[in-house]
Nanobody
């Protein structure tokens, strides 16, 4: 079965950095688009970044462009989200997503809190 396990969240001061990881299993990772979403308290889940199967193309939410970088290692079945220049408004639970055969699969989420 499809499994997505996020890690790397935590508490960081404004301006700091974090790197999230998502380890995937149960499907042919190198064949699918992978995404990161986030959900802040009282808000809807929103797309943060997406990367195509080969890693050759990415796109980002306007709010994170220039600060966040999505990447993947198909040999390790892992997708990453490097987050720099973090702001308090980046505080949210971050979820890894795989869209496979018209189904959305989600990890359990990892909390990112940006606060001084």
């Amino acid at each position: 079965q499809v499994q997505l396990v996020e890690s790397g969240g935590g508490l960081v001061q404004p301006g700091g950095s974090l790197r999230l990881s998502c380890a995937a299993s149960g499907f042919t990772f190198s064949s699918y688009v992978m995404s990161w979403y986030r959900q802040a308290p009282g808000k809807e889940r929103e797309l943060v970044a997406r990367i195509v199967a080969t890693g050759g193309s990415t796109n980002y939410a306007d709010s994170v462009k220039g600060r966040f970088t999505i990447s993947r290692d198909n040999a390790k079945n892992t997708v990453y989200l490097q987050m720099n220049s973090l702001k308090p408004e980046d505080t949210a639970v971050y979820y890894c997503n795989a869209y496979i055969w018209w189904n959305n699969y989600w990890g359990q989420g990892t909390q990112v809190t940006v606060s001084s």
